[in-house]
Protein backbone atom coordinates (compact mmCIF):
# COMPACT_ATOMS: atom_id res chain seq x y z
CA UNK A 1 0.00 0.00 0.00
CA UNK A 2 1.20 3.54 -0.38
CA UNK A 3 1.83 5.56 2.82
CA UNK A 4 -1.40 7.53 3.86
CA UNK A 5 0.38 10.84 4.04
CA UNK A 6 3.14 13.21 3.07
CA UNK A 7 5.41 14.47 6.20
CA UNK A 8 4.87 18.04 3.75
CA UNK A 9 1.14 18.14 4.11
CA UNK A 10 -2.14 17.03 2.74
CA UNK A 11 -4.89 18.58 0.97
CA UNK A 12 -7.92 18.75 2.98
CA UNK A 13 -10.08 17.69 0.25
CA UNK A 14 -10.13 16.68 -3.70
CA UNK A 15 -12.20 20.16 -4.00
CA UNK A 16 -8.77 21.94 -2.61
CA UNK A 17 -6.53 19.64 -4.54
CA UNK A 18 -8.31 20.67 -7.55
CA UNK A 19 -8.16 24.70 -7.10
CA UNK A 20 -4.27 23.96 -6.23
CA UNK A 21 -3.51 22.03 -9.56
CA UNK A 22 -5.81 23.96 -11.46
CA UNK A 23 -3.89 27.09 -9.95
CA UNK A 24 -0.96 25.84 -11.04
CA UNK A 25 -2.58 24.85 -14.62
CA UNK A 26 -4.06 28.63 -15.17
CA UNK A 27 -1.46 31.07 -15.40
CA UNK A 28 0.18 33.86 -17.83
CA UNK A 29 0.10 31.24 -19.93
CA UNK A 30 -3.39 31.14 -20.29
CA UNK A 31 -3.86 34.45 -21.10
CA UNK A 32 -0.36 35.45 -22.41
CA UNK A 33 0.19 32.87 -24.39
CA UNK A 34 -2.49 30.58 -25.37
CA UNK A 35 -4.82 33.36 -27.08
CA UNK A 36 -1.87 34.79 -28.92
CA UNK A 37 -0.28 31.26 -30.62
CA UNK A 38 -4.04 30.20 -31.28
CA UNK A 39 -4.66 33.16 -33.58
CA UNK A 40 -0.87 33.28 -34.93
CA UNK A 41 -0.90 29.73 -35.74
CA UNK A 42 -4.16 29.28 -37.35
CA UNK A 43 -6.51 29.18 -35.24
CA UNK A 44 -9.30 27.14 -35.02
CA UNK A 45 -6.88 24.46 -36.88
CA UNK A 46 -4.37 25.03 -34.00
CA UNK A 47 -7.19 25.09 -31.06
CA UNK A 48 -7.70 21.35 -32.67
CA UNK A 49 -3.95 20.06 -32.59
CA UNK A 50 -3.32 21.88 -29.12
CA UNK A 51 -6.75 19.68 -27.81
CA UNK A 52 -5.21 16.84 -29.36
CA UNK A 53 -1.76 17.20 -27.81
CA UNK A 54 -3.68 17.83 -24.51
CA UNK A 55 -5.61 14.39 -24.90
CA UNK A 56 -3.19 12.36 -26.24
CA UNK A 57 -0.20 13.87 -24.21
CA UNK A 58 -1.10 15.91 -21.30
CA UNK A 59 -3.58 13.57 -19.60
CA UNK A 60 -1.75 10.47 -19.90
CA UNK A 61 1.31 12.32 -18.00
CA UNK A 62 -0.72 14.90 -15.79
CA UNK A 63 -1.98 11.23 -14.30
CA UNK A 64 1.56 9.77 -14.57
CA UNK A 65 3.12 12.72 -12.79
CA UNK A 66 0.62 12.81 -10.13
CA UNK A 67 0.79 8.76 -9.51
CA UNK A 68 4.53 8.75 -9.16
CA UNK A 69 3.83 11.83 -6.43
CA UNK A 70 1.07 9.84 -4.36
CA UNK A 71 3.03 6.49 -4.25
CA UNK A 72 6.20 8.15 -3.42
CA UNK A 73 4.33 10.84 -0.97
CA UNK A 74 8.12 12.75 -1.24
CA UNK A 75 9.97 15.40 -3.23
CA UNK A 76 9.92 14.53 -6.72
CA UNK A 77 13.45 13.25 -6.19
CA UNK A 78 12.66 10.77 -3.14
CA UNK A 79 9.31 9.48 -4.64
CA UNK A 80 11.24 8.34 -7.83
CA UNK A 81 13.86 6.76 -6.02
CA UNK A 82 12.02 5.13 -3.75
CA UNK A 83 9.94 3.85 -6.89
CA UNK A 84 12.45 3.02 -8.90
CA UNK A 85 14.06 1.18 -5.85
CA UNK A 86 10.89 -0.96 -5.22
CA UNK A 87 10.52 -1.84 -8.91
CA UNK A 88 14.44 -3.07 -8.83
CA UNK A 89 15.36 -0.24 -11.45
CA UNK A 90 18.62 2.08 -11.10
CA UNK A 91 18.71 4.45 -8.98
CA UNK A 92 19.50 7.02 -11.40
CA UNK A 93 15.97 7.69 -12.76
CA UNK A 94 16.20 10.31 -9.12
CA UNK A 95 17.63 12.53 -11.73
CA UNK A 96 14.73 13.00 -13.39
CA UNK A 97 13.24 14.30 -9.95
CA UNK A 98 16.08 16.44 -9.62
CA UNK A 99 15.39 17.44 -13.46
CA UNK A 100 11.80 18.30 -12.55
CA UNK A 101 12.67 20.38 -9.96
CA UNK A 102 15.41 22.79 -11.53
CA UNK A 103 13.34 23.05 -14.74
CA UNK A 104 10.32 24.67 -12.29
CA UNK A 105 12.65 26.96 -10.62
CA UNK A 106 13.95 28.02 -14.12
CA UNK A 107 10.17 29.26 -15.42
CA UNK A 108 9.69 30.37 -11.87
CA UNK A 109 12.80 33.03 -12.44
CA UNK A 110 11.36 34.43 -15.70
CA UNK A 111 7.76 33.91 -14.37
CA UNK A 112 8.15 36.08 -11.69
CA UNK A 113 9.34 39.17 -13.82
CA UNK A 114 6.37 39.14 -16.15
CA UNK A 115 4.03 38.07 -12.97
CA UNK A 116 5.69 42.00 -11.81
CA UNK A 117 4.54 43.72 -14.55
CA UNK A 118 1.41 43.04 -14.03
CA UNK A 119 1.26 44.19 -10.32
CA UNK A 120 2.94 47.82 -12.08
CA UNK A 121 0.02 47.79 -14.25
CA UNK A 122 -2.88 47.35 -11.61
CA UNK A 123 -0.97 50.25 -10.24
CA UNK A 124 -0.55 52.11 -13.22
CA UNK A 125 -4.31 51.38 -14.93
CA UNK A 126 -5.81 52.17 -11.14
CA UNK A 127 -4.54 55.35 -11.45
CA UNK A 128 -5.76 56.25 -14.65
CA UNK A 129 -2.92 56.63 -16.89
CA UNK A 130 -4.41 54.52 -19.18
CA UNK A 131 -7.45 56.66 -19.51
CA UNK A 132 -6.10 58.61 -22.78
CA UNK A 133 -6.11 55.32 -25.07
CA UNK A 134 -3.48 57.23 -26.34
CA UNK A 135 -0.87 54.88 -28.25
CA UNK A 136 2.37 56.96 -27.53
CA UNK A 137 1.30 57.46 -24.02
CA UNK A 138 0.33 53.86 -23.51
CA UNK A 139 3.30 53.06 -25.43
CA UNK A 140 5.90 55.39 -23.68
CA UNK A 141 4.49 53.98 -20.12
CA UNK A 142 5.69 50.40 -21.78
CA UNK A 143 9.10 51.56 -22.65
CA UNK A 144 9.66 53.22 -19.35
CA UNK A 145 8.55 50.68 -17.53
CA UNK A 146 10.22 47.69 -18.87
CA UNK A 147 13.90 49.25 -19.56
CA UNK A 148 13.96 50.35 -15.96
CA UNK A 149 16.00 47.96 -14.45
CA UNK A 150 15.46 48.68 -10.67
CA UNK A 151 11.45 49.45 -11.00
CA UNK A 152 11.21 46.04 -13.04
CA UNK A 153 13.27 44.21 -10.19
CA UNK A 154 11.25 45.91 -7.93
CA UNK A 155 7.95 44.92 -8.88
CA UNK A 156 9.47 41.45 -9.86
CA UNK A 157 10.77 41.10 -6.27
CA UNK A 158 7.31 42.01 -4.50
CA UNK A 159 6.07 39.18 -6.42
CA UNK A 160 8.36 36.69 -5.66
CA UNK A 161 8.66 37.53 -1.71
CA UNK A 162 4.39 36.99 -1.85
CA UNK A 163 5.08 33.54 -3.98
CA UNK A 164 7.82 32.44 -1.23
CA UNK A 165 6.11 33.78 2.08
CA UNK A 166 2.96 31.16 0.90
CA UNK A 167 5.50 28.70 0.44
CA UNK A 168 6.91 29.13 3.18
CA UNK A 169 3.44 29.09 5.36
CA UNK A 170 3.00 25.43 4.07
CA UNK A 171 0.76 23.16 1.78
CA UNK A 172 -2.10 24.00 4.12
CA UNK A 173 -1.61 27.12 5.83
CA UNK A 174 0.26 28.59 2.94
CA UNK A 175 -0.86 27.09 -0.29
CA UNK A 176 -4.27 25.70 0.72
CA UNK A 177 -5.65 28.76 2.54
CA UNK A 178 -4.56 31.88 -0.02
CA UNK A 179 -5.73 29.61 -2.91
CA UNK A 180 -9.42 29.22 -1.41
CA UNK A 181 -9.92 32.44 -1.51
CA UNK A 182 -7.82 33.22 -4.92
CA UNK A 183 -9.14 30.96 -7.44
CA UNK A 184 -13.00 31.67 -7.13
CA UNK A 185 -11.44 35.50 -7.05
CA UNK A 186 -9.69 35.24 -10.69
CA UNK A 187 -12.75 32.90 -12.35
CA UNK A 188 -15.14 35.72 -11.28
CA UNK A 189 -13.33 38.82 -12.63
CA UNK A 190 -12.46 36.94 -15.87
CA UNK A 191 -16.04 36.25 -16.44
CA UNK A 192 -16.86 39.92 -15.47
CA UNK A 193 -14.15 40.53 -18.40
CA UNK A 194 -15.83 38.43 -20.92
CA UNK A 195 -19.07 39.67 -20.22
CA UNK A 196 -17.77 43.52 -20.89
CA UNK A 197 -16.11 42.31 -24.11
CA UNK A 198 -19.48 40.60 -25.37
CA UNK A 199 -21.47 44.07 -24.55
CA UNK A 200 -18.87 46.07 -25.40
CA UNK A 201 -16.30 44.53 -27.74
CA UNK A 202 -16.17 43.39 -31.07
CA UNK A 203 -17.25 39.70 -30.06
CA UNK A 204 -17.12 38.28 -33.75
CA UNK A 205 -14.00 39.51 -34.60
CA UNK A 206 -12.59 37.57 -31.74
CA UNK A 207 -14.34 34.64 -32.43
CA UNK A 208 -13.30 34.37 -35.52
CA UNK A 209 -9.67 35.24 -35.16
CA UNK A 210 -9.75 32.25 -32.39
CA UNK A 211 -11.81 29.52 -33.86
CA UNK A 212 -11.70 30.40 -37.66
CA UNK A 213 -9.69 27.16 -38.72
CA UNK A 214 -6.65 28.60 -41.27
CA UNK A 215 -4.77 24.89 -41.99
CA UNK A 216 -2.41 26.56 -44.06
CA UNK A 217 -0.57 28.26 -40.57
CA UNK A 218 -0.05 24.46 -39.14
CA UNK A 219 3.45 24.18 -40.05
CA UNK A 220 5.83 21.66 -38.02
CA UNK A 221 6.29 24.51 -35.72
CA UNK A 222 2.83 25.22 -34.91
CA UNK A 223 2.68 21.15 -33.76
CA UNK A 224 5.97 21.58 -31.72
CA UNK A 225 4.26 25.24 -30.27
CA UNK A 226 1.06 23.53 -29.59
CA UNK A 227 2.62 20.78 -27.25
CA UNK A 228 5.29 22.52 -25.73
CA UNK A 229 2.22 24.65 -24.82
CA UNK A 230 0.28 21.68 -23.62
CA UNK A 231 2.90 20.87 -21.25
CA UNK A 232 3.45 24.68 -20.31
CA UNK A 233 -0.03 25.06 -19.36
CA UNK A 234 -0.79 22.34 -17.62
CA UNK A 235 2.17 22.69 -15.46
CA UNK A 236 3.94 18.94 -16.61
CA UNK A 237 7.63 18.35 -16.84
CA UNK A 238 8.71 20.27 -13.83
CA UNK A 239 7.65 18.69 -10.69
CA UNK A 240 4.55 20.61 -10.10
CA UNK A 241 1.82 18.09 -10.39
CA UNK A 242 3.99 15.13 -8.96
CA UNK A 243 4.47 17.39 -5.54
CA UNK A 244 0.88 18.15 -5.26
CA UNK A 245 -0.15 14.78 -6.26
CA UNK A 246 2.35 13.88 -3.12
CA UNK A 247 -0.34 15.37 -1.05
CA UNK A 248 -3.52 14.04 -2.61
CA UNK A 249 -6.18 11.86 -0.85
CA UNK A 250 -5.71 8.41 -0.88
CA UNK A 251 -8.60 7.12 -2.76
CA UNK A 252 -9.45 9.55 -4.74
CA UNK A 253 -9.26 8.48 -8.24
CA UNK A 254 -6.60 10.39 -10.67
CA UNK A 255 -7.71 9.71 -13.95
CA UNK A 256 -11.02 11.48 -13.08
CA UNK A 257 -9.60 14.48 -11.24
CA UNK A 258 -6.94 15.34 -14.40
CA UNK A 259 -9.97 15.31 -16.53
CA UNK A 260 -11.40 17.95 -14.20
CA UNK A 261 -8.20 20.01 -14.25
CA UNK A 262 -7.38 19.44 -18.05
CA UNK A 263 -10.95 20.65 -19.05
CA UNK A 264 -10.79 23.85 -16.41
CA UNK A 265 -7.51 25.05 -17.41
CA UNK A 266 -8.48 24.60 -21.59
CA UNK A 267 -12.18 26.43 -20.40
CA UNK A 268 -10.11 29.08 -19.02
CA UNK A 269 -7.55 29.94 -21.94
CA UNK A 270 -10.97 30.03 -24.24
CA UNK A 271 -12.56 32.71 -21.66
CA UNK A 272 -9.53 34.36 -21.69
CA UNK A 273 -8.90 34.52 -25.34
CA UNK A 274 -12.90 35.66 -25.71
CA UNK A 275 -12.13 38.45 -22.82
CA UNK A 276 -9.06 39.71 -25.16
CA UNK A 277 -10.00 39.78 -28.78
CA UNK A 278 -13.38 41.25 -28.96
CA UNK A 279 -11.87 44.34 -26.60
CA UNK A 280 -8.66 44.82 -29.28
CA UNK A 281 -10.76 44.18 -32.14
CA UNK A 282 -12.97 46.97 -31.22
CA UNK A 283 -10.48 49.22 -31.45
CA UNK A 284 -9.27 47.34 -34.80
CA UNK A 285 -5.39 46.68 -32.70
CA UNK A 286 -3.46 44.30 -34.49
CA UNK A 287 -2.46 41.36 -31.92
CA UNK A 288 0.91 40.91 -31.81
CA UNK A 289 3.24 38.59 -30.26
CA UNK A 290 4.33 37.94 -26.34
CA UNK A 291 3.91 40.14 -23.52
CA UNK A 292 3.62 43.23 -25.83
CA UNK A 293 -0.39 41.82 -26.56
CA UNK A 294 -1.71 42.38 -22.84
CA UNK A 295 0.87 45.02 -21.76
CA UNK A 296 1.08 47.12 -24.71
CA UNK A 297 -1.95 46.92 -26.79
CA UNK A 298 -4.48 46.00 -24.56
CA UNK A 299 -3.55 49.11 -22.65
CA UNK A 300 -4.43 51.29 -25.61
CA UNK A 301 -8.01 49.08 -26.45
CA UNK A 302 -9.21 49.77 -22.26
CA UNK A 303 -8.31 53.27 -23.16
CA UNK A 304 -10.76 53.89 -25.69
CA UNK A 305 -13.62 51.72 -24.14
CA UNK A 306 -16.43 52.72 -21.46
CA UNK A 307 -15.36 52.29 -18.32
CA UNK A 308 -11.66 51.11 -19.16
CA UNK A 309 -9.59 52.14 -16.20
CA UNK A 310 -12.51 50.07 -14.17
CA UNK A 311 -12.12 47.08 -16.65
CA UNK A 312 -8.69 47.54 -17.26
CA UNK A 313 -7.47 47.41 -13.60
CA UNK A 314 -10.02 44.34 -13.36
CA UNK A 315 -8.05 42.54 -16.02
CA UNK A 316 -4.43 43.42 -14.04
CA UNK A 317 -5.54 41.90 -11.16
CA UNK A 318 -7.01 38.51 -12.62
CA UNK A 319 -3.54 38.23 -14.26
CA UNK A 320 -1.79 38.79 -11.30
CA UNK A 321 -4.16 36.39 -9.11
CA UNK A 322 -3.80 33.77 -11.39
CA UNK A 323 0.21 34.23 -11.89
CA UNK A 324 0.51 33.61 -8.07
CA UNK A 325 -1.51 30.41 -8.43
CA UNK A 326 0.78 28.67 -10.52
CA UNK A 327 4.09 30.24 -8.88
CA UNK A 328 3.80 28.63 -5.85
CA UNK A 329 3.27 25.38 -7.81
CA UNK A 330 6.91 25.71 -9.65
CA UNK A 331 8.81 25.79 -6.44
CA UNK A 332 6.95 23.84 -4.01
CA UNK A 333 8.86 20.74 -5.42
CA UNK A 334 12.67 21.84 -5.09
CA UNK A 335 11.58 22.95 -1.49
CA UNK A 336 10.45 20.01 -0.52
CA UNK A 337 13.80 18.65 -2.44
CA UNK A 338 15.76 20.62 0.27
CA UNK A 339 13.47 19.96 3.24
CA UNK A 340 13.88 16.15 2.95
CA UNK A 341 18.18 15.95 1.53
CA UNK A 342 18.88 18.79 3.82
CA UNK A 343 16.59 18.69 6.86
CA UNK A 344 16.50 22.61 6.73
CA UNK A 345 13.40 23.98 8.04
CA UNK A 346 10.37 24.81 5.25
CA UNK A 347 10.93 28.27 5.88
CA UNK A 348 14.79 28.22 5.53
CA UNK A 349 14.46 26.42 1.94
CA UNK A 350 11.61 28.92 0.89
CA UNK A 351 14.00 31.48 1.85
CA UNK A 352 17.28 30.26 0.43
CA UNK A 353 15.57 29.34 -2.67
CA UNK A 354 13.97 32.33 -3.38
CA UNK A 355 17.17 33.90 -3.13
CA UNK A 356 18.29 31.86 -5.89
CA UNK A 357 15.30 32.47 -7.60
CA UNK A 358 15.66 36.31 -7.15
CA UNK A 359 19.53 36.50 -8.93
CA UNK A 360 18.34 34.17 -11.82
CA UNK A 361 15.32 36.41 -12.70
CA UNK A 362 18.06 39.26 -12.87
CA UNK A 363 18.95 37.58 -16.20
CA UNK A 364 15.36 38.19 -17.46
CA UNK A 365 15.36 41.70 -15.84
CA UNK A 366 17.99 42.89 -17.86
CA UNK A 367 16.57 41.52 -21.05
CA UNK A 368 14.52 44.37 -21.48
CA UNK A 369 16.81 46.72 -20.75
CA UNK A 370 20.61 46.66 -20.75
CA UNK A 371 21.06 43.05 -22.12
CA UNK A 372 17.87 43.06 -24.69
CA UNK A 373 20.14 42.25 -27.39
CA UNK A 374 20.54 38.27 -28.73
CA UNK A 375 22.39 35.98 -27.17
CA UNK A 376 21.93 33.05 -29.88
CA UNK A 377 19.62 32.17 -32.16
CA UNK A 378 18.06 35.54 -32.08
CA UNK A 379 16.99 35.26 -28.55
CA UNK A 380 18.08 37.42 -26.04
CA UNK A 381 18.27 35.66 -22.36
CA UNK A 382 15.01 35.90 -21.20
CA UNK A 383 13.32 34.48 -24.71
CA UNK A 384 15.65 31.61 -24.59
CA UNK A 385 14.60 30.76 -21.23
CA UNK A 386 11.66 30.83 -22.19
CA UNK A 387 11.94 28.73 -25.17
CA UNK A 388 14.26 26.11 -23.82
CA UNK A 389 12.26 25.34 -21.12
CA UNK A 390 8.99 25.21 -22.82
CA UNK A 391 10.12 23.49 -25.84
CA UNK A 392 13.06 21.58 -24.52
CA UNK A 393 13.25 21.25 -21.40
CA UNK A 394 8.94 20.06 -20.46
CA UNK A 395 8.77 17.49 -23.24
CA UNK A 396 12.19 15.74 -22.43
CA UNK A 397 11.17 15.68 -18.51
CA UNK A 398 7.50 14.57 -19.53
CA UNK A 399 9.38 12.12 -22.06
CA UNK A 400 11.32 10.52 -19.11
CA UNK A 401 8.19 10.58 -16.79
CA UNK A 402 6.04 9.12 -19.46
CA UNK A 403 8.36 5.91 -19.84
CA UNK A 404 9.27 5.82 -16.07
CA UNK A 405 5.65 5.50 -15.28
CA UNK A 406 4.84 3.19 -18.44
CA UNK A 407 7.88 0.95 -18.51
CA UNK A 408 9.77 1.46 -15.14
CA UNK A 409 6.87 1.13 -12.40
CA UNK A 410 5.21 -2.14 -11.60
CA UNK A 411 1.63 -2.21 -13.31
CA UNK A 412 0.02 -3.67 -10.22
CA UNK A 413 1.38 -0.53 -7.69
CA UNK A 414 -0.18 1.56 -10.71
CA UNK A 415 -3.38 -0.01 -10.51
CA UNK A 416 -3.43 0.27 -6.91
CA UNK A 417 -2.09 4.33 -7.19
CA UNK A 418 -4.63 5.29 -9.96
CA UNK A 419 -7.51 4.45 -8.35
CA UNK A 420 -9.54 4.71 -11.68
CA UNK A 421 -13.11 4.36 -11.54
CA UNK A 422 -12.92 1.45 -14.26
CA UNK A 423 -10.52 -1.13 -15.54
CA UNK A 424 -11.37 0.17 -18.88
CA UNK A 425 -10.15 4.14 -17.96
CA UNK A 426 -6.68 2.19 -16.77
CA UNK A 427 -6.03 0.24 -20.01
CA UNK A 428 -6.69 3.34 -21.81
CA UNK A 429 -4.60 5.58 -19.85
CA UNK A 430 -1.71 2.44 -19.58
CA UNK A 431 -1.62 2.05 -23.25
CA UNK A 432 -1.06 5.86 -23.43
CA UNK A 433 1.57 6.63 -21.26
CA UNK A 434 3.51 3.54 -22.57
CA UNK A 435 2.88 4.24 -26.23
CA UNK A 436 0.90 7.56 -27.33
CA UNK A 437 2.23 9.61 -25.32
CA UNK A 438 6.29 9.12 -25.99
CA UNK A 439 5.50 8.44 -29.45
CA UNK A 440 3.86 11.78 -30.14
CA UNK A 441 6.57 13.51 -27.84
CA UNK A 442 9.37 11.67 -29.83
CA UNK A 443 7.62 12.23 -33.58
CA UNK A 444 7.05 15.71 -32.93
CA UNK A 445 10.97 16.12 -31.63
CA UNK A 446 11.92 14.26 -34.99
CA UNK A 447 10.30 16.60 -36.95
CA UNK A 448 11.14 19.54 -35.17
CA UNK A 449 14.82 18.72 -35.62
CA UNK A 450 13.93 18.36 -38.96
CA UNK A 451 12.58 21.59 -39.47
CA UNK A 452 15.41 23.36 -37.39
CA UNK A 453 17.90 21.52 -40.14
CA UNK A 454 15.72 22.73 -43.04
N1 LIG B 1 0.60 26.45 -16.15
C1 LIG B 1 1.05 27.76 -15.87
C2 LIG B 1 0.63 28.70 -16.97
O1 LIG B 1 -0.07 28.34 -17.85
C3 LIG B 1 2.52 27.81 -15.66
C4 LIG B 1 3.02 26.77 -14.78
C5 LIG B 1 2.67 26.52 -13.51
C6 LIG B 1 3.98 25.82 -15.08
N2 LIG B 1 3.35 25.47 -13.02
C7 LIG B 1 4.16 25.02 -13.96
C8 LIG B 1 4.66 25.60 -16.23
C9 LIG B 1 5.05 24.00 -13.99
C10 LIG B 1 5.54 24.57 -16.26
C11 LIG B 1 5.72 23.76 -15.16
O2 LIG B 1 0.99 29.85 -16.94
Not at 80 to 101: F, N, Y
Not at 147 to 160: K, N, P, Q, R
Not at 255 to 279: E, K, Q, W
Not at 321 to 329: D, E, G, Q, R, V
Request: hydrophobic share 55%.
Amino acid sequence: MSKAESLHGQWRSRWTYFLAATGSAVGLGNIWKFPYIAGEYGGGAFVLVYLLCIVVVGWPVLIAEAAIGRRGRKSPLNSMLDLARAAGASPHWRWLGWAHAVTGLLILSFYTVIAGWSLFYIVESAAGIFATGERAVVERVFRDFTGDFSAVLGYSTLFLSITMLCIGRGVEKGIEASLRYVMPGMLALLLVLVGYAMSSGDFEAGLRFLFAPDFSALTVNAVLVALGHAFFTLGLGAGAMMIYGAYTPARMSLPRSAVDIAVADTFIALLAGLALFPILFASDLEPQQGPGLIFLTLPIAFGNMPFGTLFGTVFFVMLALAAYSSAISMIESMVTIWIEKWRVSRAFAATVLGVIVWLLSLGTVMSFSIAHEPLLWDKNFFQLLDYITSNLLLPLVSLGTAIFAGWVVRRPVLEETLRARSRAVFTLWYGAVRWLAPIAIGLVFLSAIGFFSS
